[in-house]
């Protein structure tokens, strides 16, 4: 497609079930990111793919999270056991190696109940 | 650790008045800088980007300065529109091996029509 694709859009979830977040970045670009958003503040970084291999995971915030992309193109990314403070936007980014600035799905709402 | 800050939560300017967003960084390795748009329930979008080796990077209807002396960040964006009403998120590089940002919390700006 011509932009980054997530899905669902809206999530809500029933706090210890596990969720599981699409993403389907740009095709061919290389590189994919997962992004946390917290209402009203910045997006915070989660964790980043290289094609099939996550170089960076340094940012998810417990062993609760997990993301894969098994075949270098779609992204998901799982949370088990979701708490209240799991609630936020989750953002994927992609980019061609290299360029500059990241092309942004819309976001997977998450709300913990 | 090292972030990014905005001085200004909230800026709220006529429409056709020129708008300046603030951005402060703390990160002097930083290489690399970004300005992001956000509209309300879509992901930020990239609006221009600047490399620590320039001062002022002109795009369509906006320019970015970049003052590496005070570690300061700045937006313009000329004959401000309505469809400029976002939330404005600057963001850095501290990596440098990859596209990693790290963002602000943001500055939400408003168009008086």
């Known amino acids: 497609g011509a932009g980054v694709s997530q899905s669902p859009r809206y999530k809500v979830a029933k706090r210890g079930q596990d969720v599981a977040l699409r993403c389907d970045p740009i095709s061919g670009h290389v590189s994919l990111f997962w992004y946390q958003q917290a209402l009203g503040q910045g997006p915070e970084f989660l964790t980043y793919?290289?094609?099939?291999?996550?170089?960076?995971k340094s940012g998810l915030p417990s062993d609760r999270f997990f993301a894969e992309r098994p075949e270098g193109s779609v992204s998901t990314l799982k949370i088990q056991r979701t708490q209240q403070e799991d609630s936020a936007v989750y953002l994927c980014?992609?980019?061609?190696?290299?360029?500059?600035?990241?092309?942004f799905g819309s976001g997977t709402r998450l709300t913990v109940v | 650790g090292e972030s990014v800050g905005l001085h200004l939560p909230t800026l709220s300017v006529q429409e056709g008045d020129n708008s300046i967003i603030n951005c402060a960084y703390s990160n002097s390795a930083s290489d690399y800088f970004i300005w992001y748009k956000q509209e309300s329930g879509k992901g930020p979008q990239f609006i221009i980007d600047i490399r620590s080796n320039m001062d002022k990077r002109q795009g369509q209807r906006v320019t970015v300065l970049l003052n590496k002396t005070v570690k300061h960040l700045s937006l313009q964006i000329a004959a401000t529109q309505p469809g400029d009403s976002a939330v404005y998120f600057c963001?850095?590089?501290?990596?440098?091996?990859?596209?990693?940002?790290?963002f602000g919390t943001g500055t939400k700006l408003q168009v008086i029509p």
């Open positions: 980014a992609s980019s061609q190696q290299g360029a500059g600035g990241y092309t």
């Open positions: 963001a850095e590089n501290l990596s440098g091996g990859y596209q990693k940002v790290t």
């Open positions: 793919f290289q094609n099939e291999a996550q170089l960076d």
